[in-house]
């Protein structure tokens, strides 16, 4: 496969699943801004990894951990004593190449919700709402299927508890 | 709010993204082929350094046109230095490996463990080189002296103090700001990743 090939074929892959790398950097930054930047850092890694995928598993299992994992290491970037994993020198980037008419407002009231929980339960959440079965959830999170349903259960009771002090 | 109301509110907001969002290939192209290149990751790059430090401290002896004398206190120095610099190299070399695991498209706890090991591993590795620096340095200076002679005169120690002054100052630094409760929440962390993991 040529190099053009394989951008070609890359680029078709993010095409389909544009919409798992908006919501999951939606989840775990705070500003739009936050948000095109964690896009972008998300985007590049699943470029730089896109040569060593096998197909073992799932497309959108390969680009959810890429993507969970980007957007849980960019919220370190900015925690003081952790490892940079990423280019911190690097400026903000503007997002171009996503044509998008988005009404802020609702994904505010979606992300208030979840924003208060650890990452991982974050991540795990955020996995359910787009209707990945408990299974798939496992295979991204490294968590066995038992503990994903605990974990769901936990979640639901704390996002009830939280919609009942801050919504 | 109960989470199948949340879940509604998603539906709706997925369904907003897939129909207003279009991508612009060809920056997205020019992104891809201009990008990766600029993104250097200074930990593998140093990491990657200290694996060729031995052929750049060589290339350094040559470059300064350091002299050695071979006498008892170089042997003495030589028996203080190598075993130092051999001790740290390795470490180097772990980290190095460790590094080179990292990997995003690991499961999420997978890839937490991994970066806890890492962290554990550079703490380690600071540690190691600061308690054993300074049997390398005095190695190291005995090797290139000539004789031993040994001046109480206050001016002629200057260096010597500052060298010590840096060195207990930057260790002083180092160990304060919580290297050890930093080491203490890693391993917790760890028991706890294994604990999910076998749940």
């Known amino acids: 496969m040529t190099d053009n090939q394989k951008r070609d074929q890359f680029l078709d892959i993010l095409e389909k699943n544009i919409g798992i790398l908006i919501k999951i950097a939606g989840g775990f930054s705070r500003t739009q801004e936050d948000k095109e930047d964690l896009i972008n850092d998300i985007t590049l890694e699943l470029w730089k990894s896109f040569g060593s995928f096998r197909g073992e598993s799932k497309i959108s299992t390969w680009i959810y951990r890429v993507a969970l994992n980007t957007s849980m290491n960019y919220k370190r970037k900015s925690e003081k004593g952790k490892l940079l994993f990423l280019d911190d020198l690097k400026q903000p980037e503007n997002l171009s190449w996503i044509i998008q008419q988005e009404d802020q407002s609702d994904s505010e009231i979606l992300y208030k919700c979840v924003d208060e929980l650890n990452d991982l339960n974050k991540a795990i959440i955020l996995l359910y709402l787009d209707s990945n079965s408990h299974e798939e959830i496992s295979k991204i999170t490294g968590i066995s299927k038992t503990n994903v349903a605990t974990r769901i259960a936990r979640i639901k009771e704390q996002i009830r508890n939280m919609a009942l002090t801050k919504i | ?199």
């Open chain 2, 1 to 199: 709010m109960e989470l199948t109301e949340l879940q509604e509110l998603w539906y709706q907001y997925d369904k907003k993204i897939s129909e207003n969002t279009r991508l612009n290939r060809e920056i997205l192209r020019l992104m891809l082929l201009s990008k990766p290149q600029r993104r250097f990751n200074w930990i593998k790059i140093w990491s990657g350094f200290s694996i060729f430090s031995p052929v750049v401290f060589i290339i350094g002896l040559f470059i300064l046109n350091v002299q050695f004398y071979i006498s008892i206190t170089f042997y003495i120095g030589l028996a203080m230095f190598l075993p130092v610099y051999t001790i740290t190299y390795i470490w180097d070399i772990q980290y190095f490996k460790l590094i080179r695991k990292i990997d995003f498209s690991m499961p999420i706890l997978t890839l937490r463990k991994e970066i806890a090991q890492l962290e554990k591993c550079k703490i380690k590795k600071t540690r190691l080189r600061y308690l054993l620096m300074p049997f390398a340095m005095t190695g190291f200076i005995l090797m290139i002296i000539h004789s031993f002679k040994f001046s109480l005169n206050f001016i002629s120690l200057i260096p010597l103090y500052l060298m010590i002054l840096v060195f207990l100052s930057s260790m002083y630094i180092t160990f304060k700001y919580s290297i050890y409760e930093r080491f203490k929440k890693l391993n917790k962390e760890i028991d706890g990743i294994e604990k999910l993991e076998k749940e």
